[in-house]
C-alpha cells in the first residue's frame, strides 16, 4: 500500500514522509521475512485438505484434482524454501506466494470444469472465492499486488463460468454478482487492513521515539544529579554510589581499591585575593588536570566538596599507590598556576594527597576507608602540603587512638586529666639553675598515660590546644610564681595559639587575674610546619612583647626554625636542638655546632643547649662558651612541689636522676 494515502501528524523533528516510507519497508521486510513462511504453509495445508470435498462432490475427477493439487503444492514450497533460505528479499517473497495463490485456483479448476457433475460444480466453483480472500487477507499482501491476484482469479472464474454454463444466464448474474462482491468486499478490506498497518507502525513509531526522548532526559537529568556543574566531574552523590559499588566488589569478591583524597594548598587565600570567579576558574584547571592523570591509571574522579576531589581506582599494591598519587600531585604542579598568596616558599597551585586502600584490617564500614584517606590527607597538610601522605595503620598519627584522645581531651581540664611537670635549665658559668622547663602530661580516665607526641598533634588539630594553653599558663602562675617560688615562667605556644584572635589579650587578663607582671613570663615558639611568617602572627609577637613577656626560639636548626625568623623577630634566647650536641662524637657534627654557636653569637642572642646527658656533653659545651644547658644530667621533669622549699637561693644540682634544685627562672612548655 502506498504510504501517502496515510496523513500523519508525526512531529518534523522526527522523520520526513519518504523517511517514514523506507521506515515502513523495511519495518515491512522484516515482519514479512518472518511471516510469511508459516502463512504459505498453513495455506498449503489447507488446500490439501479440500482434497476431502472434491472426492464428495466431483469424484469422477477427484484423483485428477488431488494429483494437481498436491503436484502444485510440493513444487511450490519447495521454490519458495528455496528462496526463502537464499534469504530473497521479502517483496519476492510476496509476489511468489500471489502468483501460488492464482496458480493453485488455476490447478485445481482445470481437471474440476472436466467433471461430470456440471450441476454440482457449477455450485462448487462457489469456493473460488476463498483463494481471493487469502490473496486480500490471510497473506497480507500489499494492496496492488492483492488487487492483481484476487482480479486474476475473477477473471479465470468469469472465463469458465462462460465457456462451461453459457446457456443459463439467471447463474451467470447470480454468481457473477457474488463474485464481483467478494472482489470488492476484500480488495476494501485489504486496502484498509494495509492502511490501518500502516497507522500502527507510525503510531509505534511515534511511542518509540517518545520512549527514546524521555529516556534521553531521563539519562540526562541523571547525569545532571550526578555532575559538578563547575568542573563536570562526577558530585558527591555520583562519588559515594561508585565508592559503594567498589566497597561491595571488594567484600564479596575481594577486588582491591584505593580511595585518594586531593584537596588545593591554602585555596581560601587564593579565593579571597584572586576572586571567586578566579578560583572557580583554577578548580575547573586542577580539575582537568586531576582526570587526565586519573584516566592514565584507569581510575575514577569526583569532586567531594569545595576545593577538595576524591580518586577511586582499582590498585592493589603500595608502591603502584604512591606513584599514582605522586602523578596526580606532580600533574597539578606543572600547570604552575600562580598563588603569590602563599607563604612556604611555593608560588604556584599545588595539592595535598592522603590516601587510604583496601586490606584485611581496615573492617566491614565504608566510611572506614574515606575517614583513613581524610586523615592522611590531615598529615600530609600537616607536614607542609604538596606532598603525599598514605594511611598507615601503625603510625600513631593517623591511629584510631587519636579519635579517643580528641575526645578525652574535651574533658581533660574538668576532669583534672592535664598535669605539669618541671625539668631544671642549668647555668654552667655559674652553677645556679636558671630555669625550669614545665612539661604537660595526661592521663586516660584509668590512670594510663598518653605520650605528648600523641595527645599535642590531636589537641592542635581539634583546637583544644586553645584551652590547654591557657590552663598551662595560669596554672604556672599559680603553681611557681604567685608565692615567688621562681622570678620567670617560660610557656612554649603552639602555632595554633598565635593564630587565634584575641590570643594576647587572654595572656593579659591571665597576668591581671594572677596579679603576675608580664617580665616573669617567657613564651617559646617552634617555627613548625603550620607557622606561616604572616602580619597575624608577627603582630601577636608585638603584643606579647608589649606584655613584657620573653620571646624564646625553640628546636632551632631542625630544619623547622628559619633565619628569615632570627631576622624578623627579636628573640631573647635561642634554643639549638639536642640533635647537634648528640652528633658531635663525630668530626662533622662537632663543626657544625660550632657553625651553630657561632651564628647565634653574632646576632647577639643568649645560646641554650637541649639534651645534655652525660659530662663529656657538658664539658664540650663549656669548651664552647655555652653557659645554659638542660638535660638528663642537669634534671629530670619534676612535680611543682619539688620546688617549693627552695625560694631564691640555687644550690648546684648533683648529676643524680632527680636533683633537688632552686631555679631563678622556669620554663613552662607544653611538649608537643
Keep these: 500500500m502506498p504510504s501517502d494515502l496515510v496523513e500523519t501528524d508525526l512531529p518534523q523533528r522526527h522523520k520526513s514522509q519518504d523517511e517514514l516510507r523506507v521506515l515502513y519497508q523495511e519495518h515491512r521486510e522484516e515482519n514479512r521475512t518472518k511471516t510469511t513462511r508459516p502463512g504459505v504453509w498453513a495455506g498449503f495445508a489447507v488446500y490439501m485438505l479440500f482434497s476431502i470435498t472434491d472426492i464428495l462432490l466431483i ?30 528479499n521479502s517483496k519476492w517473497l510476496d509476489r511468489t506466494a500471489a502468483a501460488a495463490v492464482f496458480l493453485a485456483y488455476l490447478s485445481w479448476l482445470a481437471p474440476s470444469i472436466m467433471t461430470k457433475h456440471t450441476e454440482t460444480m457449477s455450485y462448487y466453483m462457489v469456493f473460488g472465492a476463498i483463494f481471493m480472500m487469502s490473496a486480500n487477507l490471510f497473506f497480507s499482501f500489499r494492496f496492488l499486488l492483492s488487487l492483481v491476484t484476487s482480479g486474476l482469479v475473477l477473471a479465470a472464474f468469469v472465463v469458465a463460468m462462460m465457456t462451461f454454463y453459457p446457456e443459463d444466464p439467471s447463474y451467470q448474474i447470480a454468481f457473477g454478482t457474488f463474485y464481483l462482491s467478494c472482489f470488492a468486499f476484500t480488495s476494501y478490506v485489504n486496502w484498509s487492513l494495509n492502511r490501518e498497518r500502516y497507522k500502527v507502525f507510525l503510531n509505534a513509531l511515534e511511542a518509540k521515539f517518545m520512549q527514546k526522548e524521555a529516556t534521553e532526559r531521563g539519562q540526562a537529568l541523571l547525569r545532571l544529579s550526578r555532575t559538578d556543574p563547575l568542573t563536570g566531574l562526577e558530585n558527591r552523590r555520583a562519588v559515594d554510589e561508585k565508592l559503594r559499588d ?96 602563599r607563604h612556604d616558599g611555593l608560588s604556584i597551585v599545588t595539592v595535598s594527597i592522603g590516601a587510604s586502600f583496601t ?24 607536614t607542609g602540603r604538596n606532598c603525599v601522605r598514605l594511611f598507615d595503620p601503625n603510625d600513631p598519627d593517623t591511629c584510631d587512638e587519636r579519635e579517643n584522645i580528641a575526645a ?18 642549668l647555668n654552667v658559668k655559674t652553677g645556679q639553675v636558671d630555669a625550669v622547663e614545665a612539661l604537660m602530661r595526661l592521663k586516660m580516665l584509668d590512670g594510663t598515660a598518653v605520650p605528648p607526641s600523641l595527645f599535642i598533634p590531636v589537641a592542635e588539630r581539634s583546637g583544644a590546644i586553645l584551652e590547654l594553653g591557657r590552663w598551662a599558663i595560669r596554672t604556672v602562675c599559680c603553681e611557681l610564681l604567685v608565692d615567688n617560688h621562681v622570678p620567670v615562667v617560660s610557656v612554649n605556644v603552639s602555632p595554633v595559639q598565635l593564630k587565634a584572635p584575641g590570643f594576647a589579650s587572654s595572656v593579659a587578663a591571665i597576668l591581671k587575674e594572677t596579679g603576675i607582671d ?155
Design 59 to 88: 469424484p469422477d475427477v477427484a484423483a485428477h484434482t488431488i494429483a494437481a493439487r498436491f503436484m502444485f503444492g510440493v513444487t511450490f514450497l519447495a521454490i519458495f524454501e528455496l528462496l526463502f533460505f537464499e534469504n530473497t
Design 518 to 672: 608580664g617580665s616573669r613570663l617567657a613564651f617559646e615558639i617552634t617555627e613548625g610546619l603550620e607557622m606561616e611568617m604572616h602580619s597575624d602572627i608577627l603582630r601577636c609577637i608585638i603584643d606579647l612583647k608589649l606584655l613584657g613577656i620573653r620571646i624564646w626560639l625553640d628546636d632551632f636548626g631542625t630544619g623547622f626554625a628559619g633565619l628569615s625568623w632570627l631576622r624578623l623577630i627579636d628573640f631573647d634566647t635561642v634554643k639549638v636542638d639536642r640533635s647537634f650536641l648528640h652528633d658531635c662524637d663525630f668530626p662533622r657534627g662537632k663543626a657544625m655546632l660550632q657553625d651553630i654557636v657561632g651564628l647565634l653569637r653574632n646576632r647577639g642572642y643568649k645560646i641554650l643547649v637541649e639534651g645534655v646527658e652525660s659530662k663529656e656533653q657538658m664539658s664540650l659545651l663549656r669548651e664552647f662558651g655555652i653557659y645554659q644547658v638542660q638535660g638528663f644530667h642537669v634534671g629530670r621533669p619534676s612535680p611543682a612541689n619539688r620546688f617549693w622549699s627552695n625560694k631564691t637561693t640555687a644550690k648546684r644540682p648533683r648529676p643524680s636522676s632527680s636533683p633537688l634544685v632552686t631555679p631563678s627562672a622556669i620554663s613552662a612548655r607544653i611538649q608537643r
Design 246 to 341: 567498589h566497597w561491595d566488589d571488594w567484600q564479596r569478591f575481594g577486588k582491591s581499591f584505593v580511595a585518594i583524597l586531593i584537596d588545593i594548598d591554602f585555596f581560601k587565600k587564593f579565593n579571597d585575593h584572586y576572586g571567586h570567579q578566579e578560583g572557580d576558574r583554577c578548580i575547573a584547571h586542577v580539575a582537568n588536570a586531576l582526570r587526565d592523570a586519573t584516566a592514565r591509571y584507569d581510575g575514577s574522579i569526583g569532586r567531594y566538596g569545595g576545593e577538595e576531589f576524591i580518586v577511586l581506582a582499582r590498585v592493589n599494591e603500595r608502591e603502584e599507590i604512591a606513584r599514582f598519587a605522586e602523578a596526580i600531585r606532580r600533574t597539578v604542579e606543572e600547570l604552575a598556576l600562580p598563588h603569590e598568596q
Design 359 to 382: 586490606r584485611d584490617q581496615i573492617g566491614t564500614k565504608l566510611e572506614k576507608i574515606i575517614h583513613e584517606a581524610d586523615r592522611a590527607l590531615y598529615l600530609a597538610k600537616a
Design 408 to 425: 578525652l581531651l574535651k574533658i581533660a581540664v574538668a576532669q583534672d586529666l592535664v598535669s605539669l611537670v618541671y625539668q631544671p635549665i
